[in-house]
């Protein structure tokens, strides 16, 4: 199964991070942290071209030493605390077409805050796209604290996945029944580019859920977060 048309692959990358300075280059098991998710995109059988988006000069020489295309730095205005990722990729998407990059159809953001979402976890979530017809893939995992989910969702049976106070009535996987509580994880968000720039979100009635575990779901914020990470892709090195 292929996309007949070209799939985009978006890493966006800061130079600026409170908690962590500098942290999308931080080093995670002898590699800077943007590394992962390039080689992992690079190594998907769906995936054209993986670009990385950002406004940091040493981000860009970084990212193209591990195989990413930078072909624009991204404006400071949109590499603030109140910038938002959708106004990152449609500036991306804007951009490429000026400079007469490539015609996309779909688009994939990785973040370089998920190092442990792997080439099988992205060609997973497109073949789930082709096997729904879907148009929209959105990463998700089990909450396993509830008292801690800043993105709940929920997904009814045939996978769509809601905001929790825009679920349906009926119909939900998570419902009491089960006690099960699901939060977007971070790593994985696709979709059709043309649906992407007329809703600017990722989430809506028309997303999919990829559900995957909750130990590969961690989102890099605080130093113990690379820690727990870097534990676990030694531990995965040593299991090859």
């Known amino acids: 199964m292929i996309i007949k048309k070209k799939l985009l692959a978006i890493i966006t990358a800061r130079g600026g991070s409170k908690r962590l300075p500098g942290k999308n280059i931080l080093n995670i098991a002898g590699k800077p942290m943007i590394a992962w998710s390039i080689e992992a995109a690079l190594k998907s059988k769906y995936i054209d071209t993986v670009l990385v988006s950002t406004e940091d000069e040493v981000i860009a020489d970084i990212a193209r030493k591990f ?3 930078v072909p624009f ?3 400071k205005e949109l590499s603030s605390d109140s910038a938002s990722s959708i106004d990152t990729i449609i500036h991306a998407i804007k951009t490429l077409k000026k400079l007469k990059y490539g015609d996309y159809e779909y688009i994939i953001l990785l973040q370089p805050t998920s190092p442990l979402r792997t080439f099988q976890h992205i060609d997973e979530a497109v073949e789930l796209l082709l096997r729904k017809k879907a148009e929209n893939i959105i990463s998700i995992c089990e ?6 989910n800043p993105f709940p969702v929920c997904v009814d049976l045939n996978g769509k996945i809601y905001k929790k106070q825009n679920s349906p009535e009926i119909g939900l996987s998570d419902n009491p029944s089960n006690g099960k509580e699901y939060r977007v994880n971070g790593a994985i968000y696709l979709s059709k580019i043309s649906l992407l720039t007329n809703e600017m979100t990722f989430l ?3 997303s999919y859920a990829y559900l995957m575990k909750s130990s590969e779901s961690i989102d890099i914020d605080y130093a113990e977060d690379l820690k727990k990470c870097e534990i676990i892709i030694n531990n995965r090195n ?3």
Request: proline fraction near 6%; aromatic fraction near 0%.
């Open 67 to 69: 195989g990413a295309e």
């Open 73 to 75: 730095i991204r404006p």
């Open 143 to 148: 909450t396993v604290n509830l008292k801690m």
């Open 204 to 206: 809506h009635g028309k």
């Open 238 to 240: 040593s299991n090859i």
